[in-house]
């Protein structure tokens, strides 16, 4: 294996633009997932058992089926009743739902992990439920669910390599179709290693960062 | 959807739990000498074995196998896809596991080390006796978790030609054409695997020793 620089730079925007896929759909399919985890947890905290067992339910089965098969259930399936989806807006649908399921357990222990008498606390002063969630649960539980979230935003961008096997214009797709059209196979592979594992690491450090950061800012508070 | 369709899948499903077994059993083991390399002390071992793990953990599963797959009749290994499969799952959750046998390691209680010091335990029965066990035992439950990631990741496989239930799936629906029906019934099935090893795992905790009763 003769490493040729030149392959790299010849295919650089074609990289750069497969990269820039990657980490649009990563951060698009991160911040729905938080949102309708957000969403998921506080209906099934506060919506009584009949919305909590189905919702519950669908995480279950969310978390347990491997990503690959829901892509190809809404991919394959999903022309059958009537939700016809390019390759892009399926698999943004699919990470998102599946970061949703994973994110909204997340939620669940942040809510579970905030002392009730706090809560009481609140309703006793008169603040609405919308401002209990707001002054009390949010600000309390942050600590609690920033470490397990960047861990998940971690496993999402990997999860997001899945999506090149129904052909998403990805950082995965575009450099193995690089490496089939140069015969440079190998050598591809190893660059998309490469490249995933210098973003894993950068998102990993800018976790840490931020936990510090918010774990001064709340030891100076209290 | 038939119950031909349906058996065909379960019968897949003999590759999937079978690859995972493998590979779970086999990334113990080298997790049991990367985490060894962490705990030892010496930059030699340590640093090596960070740079493994943070490889592992930072790379797609997906890329991890392709390029495996790829490596291995390069440096002029002609194995079977099977055994690269396995190679490269159990590298992949040899990097996780060990990260728990270290956090493991780590938090054996020191006064438990002292005082089998004290009792005149030798280092090696230190370590046999005291640390292995009460390590095993705080880690048991991240095993059983990483056994059900590793589960639902053997489904990448199916990319490198092994016809365990995605891959089933995958041919299954195209020739077929019932694409929900048949994917729903591979989730099924991943479901309950899943389920039955999670349970599997509640009861093995309870019944490991120095469980809480």
């Known amino acids: ?61 969310l978390r347990g089926t491997p990503f690959l098969i829901q892509i190809f259930l809404v991919y394959y399936g ?29 939620f669940r222990a942040g809510y579970a992990s905030v002392p009730h008498g706090h809560v009481e606390a609140g309703e006793c002063l008169g603040l609405s439920r919308l401002q209990i969630i707001r002054r009390i649960l949010l600000p309390e539980m942050a600590l609690i669910v920033l470490p397990p979230s960047v861990n998940l935003a971690v496993i999402l961008l990997k999860e997001s390599a899945v999506l090149s096997i129904i052909t998403v214009p990805e950082l995965t797709t575009t450099v193995s179709a690089i490496g089939s ?36 800012f709340r030891f100076a508070a209290s | 959807m038939s119950f031909k369709l349906f058996s065909l899948l379960v019968q897949a499903s003999v ?39 943070s490889f592992f953990r930072g790379v797609p599963l997906l890329v991890q196998l392709l390029l495996i797959y790829n490596l291995l009749p390069f440096i002029g290994l002609n194995v079977p896809s099977i055994v690269a499969a396995i190679i490269g799952m159990s590298l992949c959750t040899a990097a ?4 728990n046998l270290r956090g493991g390691f780590e938090s054996v209680p020191k006064g438990l080390i002292e005082a089998a010091d004290m009792v005149g335990f030798s280092p090696r029965q230190v370590f046999v006796r005291v640390k292995v066990p009460i390590a095993l035992r705080l880690t048991f439950p991240a095993l059983v978790n990483e056994a059900i990631m590793i589960l639902k990741s053997s489904s990448l496989v199916s990319v490198v030609g092994i016809v365990e239930i995605t891959r089933m799936a995958q041919d299954l629906a195209s020739s077929t054409y019932m694409p929900i029906e048949i994917f729903s019934s591979a989730a099924l099935i991943y479901l309950v695997i899943c389920w039955a090893v999670a349970l599997a795992g509640r009861f093995g905790e309870r019944s490991l020793p120095g469980a809480a009763k």
């Open chain 1, 1 to 61: 294996m003769i490493f040729d620089p030149n392959v790299i730079l010849k295919h650089l925007p074609e990289i750069i633009s497969g990269t820039g896929v990657t980490l649009a759909l990563w951060i698009a399919g991160m911040l729905l997932g938080i949102l309708i985890g957000f969403i998921v947890a506080t209906l099934r905290r506060y919506g009584g058992r009949a919305v909590d067992l189905p919702l519950g339910f669908v995480v279950e089965v």
């Open chain 2, 15 to 53: 590759w999937t739990i079978g690859i995972s077994a493998i590979s779970i059993a086999i990334g113990f083991l080298i997790a049991l000498g990367l985490s060894a390399a962490l705990l030892s002390g010496k930059a030699l071992y340590r640093k090596p074995a960070e740079f493994f793990i």
């Open chain 2, 96 to 99: 996780y596991q060990a990260e």
């Open chain 1, 78 to 106: 999903g022309p059958f009743v009537g939700l016809s989806l390019d390759p892009v807006p399926c698999g943004l649908l699919g990470l998102s739902v599946y970061a949703a399921a994973y994110y909204s357990e997340i």
């Open chain 1, 181 to 216: 059209q140069e015969y440079a196979f190998l050598e591809a592979i190893f660059l998309l290693a490469v490249i995933y594992w210098v973003i894993v690491e950068a998102a990993a450090r800018l976790g840490r960062l931020a936990e510090t950061r918010l774990s001064t």
